[in-house]
């Protein structure tokens, strides 16, 4: 299985935690990956408070890139573990202060915390890999299950348990379907973490 993420997304947190106790009950590995709202957005006609957050993805979705790109794919997981858990439970704000705290618990060097463009290919690569799997109107979390892919879901709180597994095969199935395009209703509270 792989996962889309960008740190910033409280949703794809969300997903995250519920993925995560599907692959415990299951057995199943998770390959995180990161796309970008940042660069979804490019171009986009969106609100200027949604716009005024996309540097914040670009920052963390290039760091979370130069973690894997520099220390490997095994980074990805506990930096993004570090990250989120100051971002949306810990409701940490200022990038400067998470940032070098999620790399020293990852166990990471404190050098990545210097933003740089140095991987912005990598990052567009990971970045359209997941757009090319599910189109260029739907954003973070992209999952991806053997050759069944989709957005989402957008889930809170994260199920745990034969609820978590019930779930992923409704899911799976639904979007394994070929004409199977949406399912959707109004979101009637935020990311319960």
């Known amino acids: 299985m792989r996962m889309w993420f960008d740190p ?42 949604y716009r005024a957050l996309m540097p914040r993805s670009l920052r963390l979705t290039r760091l979370v890139t130069a973690a894997r790109e520099t220390v490997g794919q095994e980074s990805v997981k506990p930096l993004y573990d570090a990250l989120g858990m100051r971002l949306h439970p810990g409701g940490e704000k200022d990038l400067d202060v998470v940032i070098p705290a999620a790399l020293s618990e990852a166990g990471l060097p404190a050098e990545l915390a210097e933003e740089t463009d140095r991987f912005d290919e990598q990052l567009h690569v ?28 957008v889930v809170t709180p994260a199920p745990m348990g034969e609820e978590a597994v019930r779930l992923f095969d409704g899911v799976v199935a639904a979007a394994s379907v070929d004409g199977f395009f949406e399912l959707k209703r109004t979101r009637t509270r935020g990311p319960q973490f």
Not at 34 to 44: A, D, H, K, P, T
């Open 8 to 49: 910033t997304c409280p949703w794809a947190w969300m997903t995250s935690r519920w993925l995560e106790e599907v692959a415990r009950l299951r057995g199943i590995d998770i390959d995180w990956r990161v796309m970008s709202l940042s660069i979804l957005n490019e171009g986009r006609d969106i609100s200027d408070d």
């Open 126 to 153: 990971s970045h359209r890999e997941a757009v090319d799997l599910v189109g260029e109107d739907v954003g973070t979390p992209v999952v991806a299950v053997d050759d069944v892919a989709f957005f989402g879901p």
